[in-house]
């Protein structure tokens, strides 16, 4: 990074929840020492790692860089409750995510600012692309989040916001409880879930691929049966929040569940397990019929997970 050119600090703590990442995290943290607009401060926050993320980390904190780098380490909870304690320890307005397996492309930062200020935003996300390996796949959030005019319905059904092309309002994700640490995936979806469900509530997502997502044999999207219970758990919490926004809850609660066993047999079917994909298609119809016996009423039942005593 040329120490001539200008740099400008926004108001934004970036959170980095990292789990053996040794072989990655530097590469994250370069990405967000490289954006147009640096961030005020960046907090990783090791979650019990056993390989050498933490001196990784501790050398950049070392270094004399324009922005504070901050560490923190606990034993190994999940990255829900890696992102809580990054929400909890940062001190700016905006928050931003990135995994430590991902990595931000350089305006990445400066056109989410300009973005959310645009369109008067408390939550803005983009396009990203999807690597794996030596290829790399363009993947449209924006053509998603257009379809109309409250975009709820289409993100319950399609979870379309990825962690890393985040930026939101510290306030409004501390108020929707932060991310449930009982989840040990899709964290994220459930959380984005309970912030754009919230009265009053502004977001947007823009066609622009900034952040660059790396598919891992260890990443949290290859645990299909896991992401699977999860999926299921979050429909059944957020069911109610589709009253009032939605002519059919019901139905659309039905499409999700179809949406989640569809994907497990894919899933399933990709990694050559092919008892997995059949036995997901065969629960697939009886999940979809026992949404018939669903409440739409009542408020969504989630407790506060930035408490002190959760």
């Known amino acids: 990074?040329?120490?001539?050119?200008p740099l400008?600090?926004?108001d934004v703590s970036v959170i980095i929840p990292a789990y053996q990442a040794e072989d990655t995290i530097a590469r994250a943290l370069d990405s967000?020492?490289?954006?147009t607009a640096l961030p005020a401060e960046i907090i990783v926050i090791d979650d019990g790692s056993q390989d050498r993320t933490r001196d990784v980390v501790s050398a950049y904190v070392a270094k004399e860089i324009a922005c504070d780098i901050r560490l923190f380490?606990?034993?190994n909870l999940g990255a829900g409750a890696a992102r809580n304690r990054g929400l909890v320890a940062s001190t700016n307005t905006l928050v931003a995510f990135l995994d430590a397996d991902d990595e931000w492309l350089p305006e990445k930062l400066a056109r989410s600012l300009a973005v959310m200020k645009t369109e008067a935003a408390d939550l803005v996300s983009h396009d990203y692309l999807r690597a794996d390996g030596d290829s790399s796949v363009y993947i449209s959030c924006a053509?998603?989040?257009?379809r109309r005019p409250d975009p709820f319905v289409d993100y319950f059904l399609r979870g379309y916001i990825s962690t890393s092309t985040v930026v939101a309002r510290r306030q409004l994700l501390v108020g929707a409880g932060g991310f449930d640490p009982s989840l040990r995936a899709g964290q994220d979806y459930e959380l984005w879930l309970s912030a754009i469900s919230r009265s009053g509530m502004r977001h947007h997502v823009f066609a622009e691929a900034l952040t660059r997502y790396h598919v891992t044999p260890n990443s949290i999207t290859s645990q299909v049966e896991l992401r699977r219970r999860t999926s299921w758990r979050t429909l059944c919490r957020h069911f109610p929040a589709l009253k009032g926004r939605s002519r059919s809850p019901r139905i659309v609660a039905m499409m999700r569940a179809a949406i989640i066993y569809r994907q497990a047999a894919q899933a399933y079917?990709?990694?050559g397990n092919s008892f997995g994909a059949l036995s997901a298609l065969f629960r697939l119809p009886f999940r979809v019929a026992s949404v018939i016996t669903f409440r739409a009423g009542g408020a969504v039942d989630r407790p506060d997970f930035l408490r002190d005593d959760h």
């Not at 990074?1 to 050119?5: G, L």
């Not at 967000?32 to 954006?35: G, I, S, Y």
């Not at 053509?143 to 257009?146: A, L, M, T, V, Y």
Request: zero cysteines; proline letters at 0%.
């Open 143 to 146: 053509h998603n989040f257009s």
């Open 8 to 10: 400008i600090s926004a």
């Open 73 to 75: 380490e606990q034993k």
């Open 269 to 271: 079917r990709s990694a």
């Open 1 to 5: 990074m040329s120490s001539e050119a």
């Open 32 to 35: 967000v020492l490289a954006q």
